[in-house]
């Protein structure tokens, strides 16, 4: 979201001087591609992280099994393509190093203000700036501001019936208790979006009993992950002009099968039978519990 000073206020007759051109709020992949973007292109900027350290939703989640259901290639800047990913579906640790490789390389980092909070952002007409207040009391001031904020960065276990009367340990997957031992324990996850697919096969066999309560039934694709062979490491490091082109293939291949998924009288018919028979969402959690090689796909509004 980019917030900027309209054009058609009076202007100050001594323009105050902003302290910097650009603020952005957000330390994940979003604000740091685009506070890259702007010290290449010489504008002054901060950028506001609330948490210890950057990584956006790649800092915050670390449940069991998290990882990407992108594959590597695809999911990374495209002006810094990484030779060296392990594997084709790349693990939280793997993509946060990344972040942190790609904020070193850049020199961003002076530039990056941690345990930040933006509490309050008002535009002031007469000197045309927006000013932010922190958590730590302090203002900011800017010409621009651009919201990277998480839509889900701040996450909720909802309003269940008589909830209080729940003896036992209860959290969100986005805050994980590592200390906690589920061995033996009867075991509820609510909800089977990308998160509950990762989690289920990780605590399937460690549980007395699972249970998952699903709202929608997710649609549940074959995972081709795999580990990256080194000679394939090799090639993408000794011809970086083979990197843009194995980026543009998965692409396309992802954009195929989700043709297929939404048209598979149309698309060929191997891909039209992978569709209807491994995204037959009747399957839901249950299989991907019993398969750690499942992942999900999330059809649009109105999807079938």
Same mark, same amino acid.
């Given at each position: 979201m980019l917030m900027h000073a309209p054009t058609d206020q009076p202007v100050a007759s001594t323009p105050e001087k902003p302290?910097?051109?650009?603020?952005?709020?957000? %330390?994940?992949?979003?604000?740091?591609c685009m506070a890259i973007r702007l010290r290449q292109a010489g504008f002054s900027f901060l950028l506001l992280e609330r948490a210890a350290e950057i990584g956006g939703t790649w800092q915050v989640?670390?449940?069991?099994?998290? +990882?990407?259901?992108?594959?590597?290639?695809?999911?990374? !800047?495209?002006?810094?393509?990484?030779?060296?990913? *392990?594997? &084709?579906? $790349?693990?939280?640790?793997?993509?946060?190093?990344?972040?942190?490789a790609c904020v070193n390389k850049y020199k961003i980092s002076e530039r990056i203000l941690l345990n &930040?909070?933006?509490k309050e952002a008002r535009f002031e007409e007469?000197?045309?700036?927006?000013?932010?207040?922190?958590?730590? %009391?302090?203002? =900011?001031?800017?010409?621009?501001i651009i919201s990277a904020m998480g839509p889900l960065s701040r996450p909720t276990l909802g309003k269940l019936p008589a909830a209080e009367r729940f003896q036992g340990k209860a959290f969100h997957s986005s805050e994980w208790d590592h200390t906690y031992? !589920?061995?033996?324990?009867?075991?509820?996850?609510?909800?089977?979006?990308?998160?509950?697919?990762? =989690?289920? $096969?990780?605590? +399937?066999?460690r549980v007395? *009993?699972?249970?998952?309560f699903q709202r929608s039934p997710p649609w549940i694709l074959p995972? !081709?992950?795999?580990?990256? +062979?080194?000679? #394939?490491?090799?090639? #993408?490091q000794t011809a970086p002009v083979l990197k843009p082109l194995a980026r543009s293939l998965l692409y396309w291949l992802q954009e195929a099968m989700g043709f297929a998924l939404a048209h598979p009288a149309r698309g060929n018919r191997t891909t039209a039978r992978a569709a209807r028979g491994a +995204?037959?969402?009747?399957?839901?959690?249950? *299989?991907?519990?019993?398969?750690?090689?499942?992942?999900?796909?999330?059809p649009g509004a109105g999807g079938k």
């Open positions: 302290d910097v051109d650009v603020l952005v709020i957000g %330390g994940g992949f979003a604000g740091l989640n670390t449940y069991p099994g998290c +990882a990407c259901d992108i594959p590597s290639q695809l999911y990374s !800047f495209s002006f810094e393509l990484k030779s060296d990913w *392990s594997r &084709t579906y $790349p693990m939280q640790r793997e993509i946060l190093s990344y972040l942190h &930040t909070e933006a007469a000197s045309r700036l927006w000013r932010v207040r922190t958590g730590q %009391g302090e203002t =900011i001031t800017a010409r621009t031992d !589920f061995a033996g324990k009867k075991v509820a996850v609510i909800g089977t979006g990308a998160s509950a697919i990762q =989690i289920v $096969p990780q605590l +399937a066999p007395h *009993s699972l249970c998952v995972k !081709f992950d795999v580990a990256h +062979a080194r000679w #394939l490491i090799w090639m #993408l +995204a037959d969402p009747r399957r839901g959690p249950a *299989s991907a519990g019993r398969d750690a090689g499942l992942q999900h796909v999330q």
